[in-house]
């Protein structure tokens, strides 16, 4: 079955399989790239890589608009608690969660997750199977050599992987990372929201891995 992915910039994505739509990341309100308005994103379920501001986004606004359900690390889940949402399945790095469309699992990340000065449990990527296609979504990380075993894990078909630099991985070693996961196709993400991450993605050049640049509000199919 074929799913269709829309970037919404930076490292947000809505990702629908048949009568399901899980968001990733929804960073709309303060997103100099997004083209998509937070009201316009329809999800049953967020799941998210970890609690900065650019990842959390607008999750409390879609979760309530969507009676979403959002699947993130233990932490977060309980600050979404206190915000009114009520349904969350609370996770941490290694597990996985089996949903009516698939499932989702949560993966190490080298970063920090914190929000509003409060810490918001361990960083993650995240592993979305839907539509029978598999997605490893890397969220904020540096680059590690237990990427290798996570794609043969996971033998994800598409990998989101950051490239802004500073506070992830650059093109460089995002490359290496493509070819440790060897996905069938590699997204770069993470990059030219701010002057910091500004980066050209023609220098994400991973060898033997197809790669897709998306533009925000881009939507595409795939399978
Ligand atoms: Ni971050
Ligand atoms: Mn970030």
Not at 166 to 193: C, D, Q, S, W
């Amino acid at each position: 079955m074929p799913i269709e992915l829309t970037f919404l910039g930076h490292s947000g994505f809505v990702v629908s399989g048949g009568s399901h739509a899980v968001a990733i990341d929804p960073f709309l309100t303060g997103n100099p790239l997004a083209v998509t308005k937070p009201q316009d994103v329809k999800c049953g379920h967020i799941a998210l890589s970890h609690g900065h501001a650019d990842h959390i986004g607008d999750t409390v606004a879609i979760a309530k608009m969507n009676g979403a359900q959002v699947f993130a690390a233990f932490e977060i889940c309980n600050y979404l608690g206190e915000h009114g949402i009520e349904k969350a399945q609370p996770m941490n790095p290694g597990g996985k969660v089996m949903t009516d469309f698939g499932f989702i699992a949560l993966t190490q990340a080298f970063h920090s997750s914190s929000f509003e000065d409060r810490y918001m449990g361990m960083p993650c990527g995240v592993i979305l199977n839907i539509g029978g296609v598999t997605i490893y979504h890397c969220g904020d990380t540096g680059l590690f050599s237990d990427m290798k075993l996570i794609g043969e894990i996971y033998k994800p078909d598409i990998a989101m992987i950051p490239i802004g630099d500073r506070f992830t991985m650059g093109p460089e070693l995002a490359a290496r990372a493509a070819e440790f996961i060897k996905p069938k196709v590699a997204i770069p993400i993470h990059y030219n929201t701010w002057p910091p991450i500004e980066q050209d993605p023609a220098s994400f050049k991973p060898s033997g891995v197809t790669v897709r640049v998306m533009k925000p509000g881009e939507l595409w199919s795939y399978g």
